[in-house]
Structure formats: structure tokens, C-alpha cells
């Protein structure tokens, strides 16, 4: 078969949308994304290789764990079991710490629950004279983060620290400019009833357990000893509803909020001023 019909076949059989296809049709064939378009004609072999990765696609696994791989912020990164896929609203996390950054420059930044590294390689990538740190409890995700950065180039600009986010006082860590973090936020209920996909992912970076906000609140109280004094800035990731529950639990009141594409209340936003 020919690219443009195994591209039929896996939207066919395996794929809801054309992307999805075409970037499984990208990964198994070497042939870059951007350029499947004009190899349409080339011949295609359906290796044992790739009937296990559709195999794996057909028991509800995300393209992301079976090809290695999710773009964040225009970076591709790498991605395993051990880490949260990168989410398209996490990039409005990313956009609101680089509109606050604007044009300073040596800043220090710290990543909360850093997973795949995604939040502190795209700002590194985009603050080329920063340092960062990235925390995470996990030392499967401590080491994809590397790796990720590593393959962007900014290994040198971060340490990567294993450690509880409920208490990183304790890590004597000093103080930054920019604090970000995506923790886990959704309840346990919710966690129950997500779809099969989610399933595949670390537990630990989705569900935060009883108390959906128990993150916020213990980062919120520890903001002001973390961000520098005169100008440091947090910025978290929240779920629906999130923001409101923060509000009447008598938390953020001195934050402002992001909404993403859906207008959800997606990132909250301290400035220590
Ligand atoms: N955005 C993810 C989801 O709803 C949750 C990510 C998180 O817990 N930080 O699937």
C-alpha cells in the first residue's frame, strides 16, 4: 500500500481525527509530519512493529505513550508511563509566565511537579539566559524530564530535584522569579470516572486524592516565601471549577485568572509585589 491509502486505513480503522493519523503515518515510516503530504505516493510496509503499536492504540492507549512523543509549545517531547502527557492548555500557563517575564532577563525559575519537563523546556527555550529548577516526587518522570532537556539544549541551566511539592520549604530551594506548576487536580471521583485513556497515565499527576485543592492552597501559602520580593510571579494550572472553590475556601483572593479556548478558568496568577 501507498502512504495516502495506509493514511485511509489507520483514519479507518484507528484514528478520529486526520492529525492523529498522520503523525502515527510519521512515526512509523520516518517520514516527517510536514512532509507526509507530498510523499503520498510512496510505498508503505506494515511491520509487526506497527500492528503492535496499533494493537496498543486499539486497547485505548494514547498515541502519545505509543510513539514517545507529544509537541508542546511547537517542542517535541519525549513522553512515557512515568509522566502526564502535555495537555494544549498547559501552553496558556506557559504564554501567561512568558508575558510576565517580558523582557527580563537571568531569571530563576521553578517548576512544581515537573513531569515531562514540558512548562520548564518551553520556558528555558524561550528565556535563553534563565535557570530553572524542575520538582517532582517521581524519578521515572525526574529522569524523562532530563532527557527532555537534554535533547533542547538546556541541561545546563537546570537541576532537576526529587522532592514532595506539599513540602518544599523543607528543600531550602531559595527564591525565584517565576514559580510554575500543573499539579494534579482532579478528585478521586473524577479520576474514577475519566475515560480509559487517562488510565494509562501516572495516578499521582492527575488525581490529587480526596481534596481536588489541597495543591493550591498548600502552594499558595508557601508562594510568598518562594517568589522573589518586587516582582516574582506563580502561576498554576487549575481544573473547572477550581478557581470559584479556591475563591469561597477563602484561597486567591489576590490572584487574577486566565480562561482557555473553552473559557474555563484555566491558570491562576500571583505577582508578589
Ligand atoms: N488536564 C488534565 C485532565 O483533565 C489534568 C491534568 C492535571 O491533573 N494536572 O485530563
Not at 512548562?119 to 517521581?138: F, H, N, Q, R, V
Not at 487549575?238 to 491558570?267: F, M, N, P, W
Request: hydrophobic residues 40%.
Amino acid at each position: 500500500m501507498n502512504v495516502a491509502e495506509y493514511l485511509q486505513y489507520l483514519q479507518t480503522e484507528y484514528f478520529d481525527n486526520r492529525s492523529d493519523a498522520i503523525e502515527f503515518a510519521s512515526h512509523t515510516t520516518g517520514i516527517p509530519y510536514t512532509l507526509i503530504s507530498v510523499n503520498l505516493n510512496e510505498h508503505v510496509e506494515i511491520t509487526r512493529e506497527t500492528k503492535q503499536k496499533l494493537a496498543r492504540i486499539n486497547a485505548d492507549e494514547p498515541l502519545a505513550y505509543v510513539i514517545q512523543n507529544k509537541n508542546f509549545y511547537g517542542l517535541d517531547m519525549y513522553v512515557d508511563e512515568n509522566v502526564l502527557i502535555p495537555r494544549p492548555e498547559t501552553e496558556i500557563l506557559v504564554d501567561e509566565a512568558l508575558k510576565f517575564a517580558g523582557k527580563r532577563e537571568n531569571l530563576r525559575v521553578l517548576d512544581i511537579c515537573t513531569g515531562s519537563g514540558c512548562i520548564l523546556t518551553a520556558l528555558m527555550s524561550s528565556l535563553p539566559d534563565s535557570e530553572g529548577i524542575g520538582l517532582d516526587i517521581s524519578e521515572g518522570a525526574l529522569d524523562a524530564a532530563k532527557f527532555n532537556a537534554d535533547t533542547h539544549g538546556i541541561a545546563e541551566r537546570v537541576d532537576f530535584v526529587k522532592g514532595d511539592a506539599l513540602r518544599i520549604k523543607e528543600l531550602g530551594l531559595g527564591t525565584f522569579d517565576i514559580v510554575t506548576c500543573n499539579p494534579p487536580y482532579l478528585s478521586e471521583s473524577e479520576w474514577l470516572l475519566s475515560a480509559k485513556s487517562l488510565k494509562y497515565e501516572p495516578k499521582n499527576a492527575l488525581s490529587a486524592g480526596k481534596d481536588d485543592i489541597l495543591f493550591y492552597k498548600k502552594l499558595l501559602d508557601m508562594i510568598p516565601y518562594l517568589c522573589n520580593k518586587n516582582g516574582g510571579g506563580a502561576f498554576f494550572e487549575l481544573g473547572i471549577g477550581q478557581y470559584q472553590k479556591l475563591l469561597d475556601s477563602g484561597y486567591a483572593k489576590d490572584c487574577s485568572v486566565t480562561k482557555d479556548y473553552q473559557h474555563i478558568e484555566r491558570v491562576v496568577s500571583w505577582i508578589n509585589l
